[in-house]
């Protein structure tokens, strides 16, 4: 079944579940249903039956004053599983202060319908759960990366695929392909390449997912959407499978113009980690950040940032009228692949009320 089906079974079944109750949910599951792996109780047994798992988690439920949850984002992981990244917040009963935790939890169909769940303490945790069970590549399992030293020489790191910057993914590769023809040197490869990320994937500011597969460069093109960060994945790749040495670049900056939508929805005009590309091209490094598409800038009154691969194409610190726009405060240095725990740890500390 394609994979895009297997999302909205499972996208189904929590609808469902939410709105009717446990029938409704129980339409969606298979006969055989059983889950595992129940949050804060490894030792847990595995629970067979839709009714079963769900009561089970009605008694946790029960442990809290106050909870909320909801997904965030989900995953297609090959032919038959689906991860989603749960964001919980709550009260322990008796307790005074809130406690969250993103978990992951996975879901494996058989005959159109959702077999099995098990519970996992990160999104990570789940994919690479699914990875294995697949036979799909999985992110990555070892520590966070750490900032690069940059203006440096590149290094072979620069140009190597990760799970993120999937460089070597028939998506992006294609894209490359479709963008680079015909052009002549470096510079124009990378400055086709910077407006096609640009202009070709819109910015959505109101949607940080917090699941690691729609972080993945492929999946952000396939998209056609995403905000800086994920743009500057997708941008990042697509040099690497030009052959551009390049990495990500992140830094805290204050947008004295955005929409009341925004502020409202952020209690902040300051956005931790923007995202950024640099690249190695004509013997030094550049930066350019593909984050705000031309459509959006009409809107603002601001030119689209062009890049020629020589000069750096930064957020606009001031609109066409003089108008203070953008505002650099904080370097956060340049990673070879995506810091993704810090990245979301930094989120729901800026943004507590976000999600």
């Known amino acids: ?39 804060g109780r490894p030792d847990a047994e595995v629970y067979r039956g839709w009714r079963a798992a769900m009561l089970t988690m009605s008694e946790r439920v029960s442990t809290f004053d106050e909870i909320r949850a909801a997904p965030e984002s989900f995953s297609a992981v090959g032919d038959d599983h689906v991860v989603v990244a749960y964001h919980e917040r709550g009260k322990p009963r008796g307790g005074s202060v809130e406690v969250e935790h993103l978990y992951g939890i996975l879901y494996a169909l058989r005959e159109g319908k959702i077999a099995r769940m098990a519970w996992f303490d990160s999104p990570g945790d789940a994919l690479r759960a699914a990875a294995e069970a697949s036979d799909a590549p999985a992110p990555p399992s070892h520590g966070e990366p750490q900032p690069q030293e940059n203006p440096g020489p590149p290094t072979a790191d620069d140009l190597q695929p990760t799970w993120f910057i999937d460089s070597d993914s028939d998506t992006v590769r294609g894209f490359v392909e479709r963008l680079s023809a015909g052009a002549s040197g470096d510079h124009e490869i990378v400055a086709r390449l910077f407006a096609g990320i640009r202009d070709g994937v819109r910015y959505d500011p109101y ?59 952020m209690g902040s005009d300051l956005f931790v980690w923007h995202g950024y590309s640099t690249f190695f091209v004509g013997g030094r490094w550049t930066k350019a950040s593909p984050a705000f598409n031309a459509e959006l800038c009409a ?47 930094g989120l729901r500390e800026a943004y507590p009320t976000v999600g």
Do not use: W
């Not at 004295?256 to 925004?262: D, I, P, T, V």
């Not at 020629?308 to 990673?335: I, K, N, P, Q, S």
């Open 1 to 39: 079944m394609p994979a895009s089906e297997n999302v909205e079974i499972v996208r189904s079944a929590l609808q469902a579940a939410e709105s009717g109750g446990i029938e409704a949910g129980g339409a969606f599951v298979h006969e055989d249903f059983e889950m595992g792996h129940l949050p």
């Open 299 to 345: 809107r603002f009154g601001v030119p689209p940032l062009e890049f020629d691969g020589t000069h750096d194409a930064l957020l606009h610190a001031f609109t066409g009228d003089g108008t203070r726009h953008m505002e650099y405060v904080h370097e956060r240095g340049v990673y070879v692949d995506l810091p993704l725990e810090a990245i979301l740890a």
């Open 207 to 265: 949607k940080m997912p917090a699941g690691p597969g729609e972080y993945r460069a492929s999946a952000v093109i396939e998209a056609g959407s995403g905000y800086c960060v994920q743009k500057a994945v997708a941008l990042t790749a697509v040099a690497r499978a030009a052959g551009i040495p390049s990495r990500l670049g992140f830094s805290d900056v204050r947008n004295h113009l955005q929409s009341e939508r925004l502020a409202e929805a």
